[in-house]
T-cell receptor, first 116, second 110 residues
């Protein structure tokens, strides 16, 4: 149990376009999901915390108009990178917390974004 | 603010060797400490955790002890296997947020 999927696993887009990444909890309900960004050979940096049915909470320095987060249901959160630029190229990872007591984050496999 | 520093990799060992991956942290108060493992093509998985000073987390032969006096949470395993090859992340947690170290890539050769 406790499987989190991300789609797509990798995406290449042109500069100026928007890209949506989905994060799904497959076998549990998640009231809270987290979005991280990972640069090569660096740690995961928390971008935002997403609570179902409410606005996401962004970490300092993360542009909320650039990285739109929607947590529309207990099993789905989406991250949209708007007007993407090459510096947005990165590995984006989501995690989800089980609403039913397990005090643990379960991680998706990540999405590699390359902006040309 | 909170931060985690872990041993730089990559680390390459032979099967059955002893493993230590160092992790130190900077934080106020009493955060929880974690080790996550990421196998190729998969998401991070919780390997072990400790929630207070002197706690020892253990799983799959791996151990780590929460040392407040040295602000450390070093990962150890007595005899590694090829299947342990992965990237290992040390992290501290507070108020449901996680702060990660940069990860250490471990390769075990047969």
């Amino acid at each position: 149990g406790a499987v989190v999927s991300q789609h797509p696993s990798w995406v290449i887009c042109k500069s100026g376009t928007s890209v949506k990444i989905e994060c799904r909890s497959l076998d549990f309900q998640a009231t809270t999901m987290f979005w991280y960004r990972q640069f090569p050979k660096q740690s995961l940096m928390l971008m935002a915390t997403s609570n179902e049915g409410s606005k996401a909470t962004y970490e300092q320095g993360v542009e909320k108009d650039k990285f739109l987060i929607n947590h529309a249901s207990l099993t789905l959160s989406t991250l949209t990178v708007t007007s993407a630029h090459p510096e947005d190229s990165s590995f984006y990872i989501c995690s989800a917390k089980d609403r039913n007591g397990r005090n643990e984050q379960f991680f998706g496999p990540g999405t590699r974004l390359t902006v040309l | 603010g909170d931060s985690v520093t872990q041993m730089e990799g990559p680390v390459t060992l032979s099967e059955e060797a002893f493993l230590t991956i160092n992790c130190t942290y900077t934080a106020t108060g009493y955060p929880s400490l974690f080790w996550y493992v990421q196998y190729p093509g998969e998401g991070l998985q919780l390997l072990l955790k400790a929630t207070k000073a002197d706690d020892k987390g253990s799983n799959k032969g791996f151990e780590a002890t929460y040392r407040k006096e040295t602000t450390s949470f070093h990962l150890e395993k007595g005899s590694v296997q090829v299947s342990d090859s992965a990237v290992y992340f040390c992290a501290l947690g507070r108020a449901q947020k996680l702060v990660f170290g940069q990860g250490t890539r471990l390769t075990i050769n047969p």
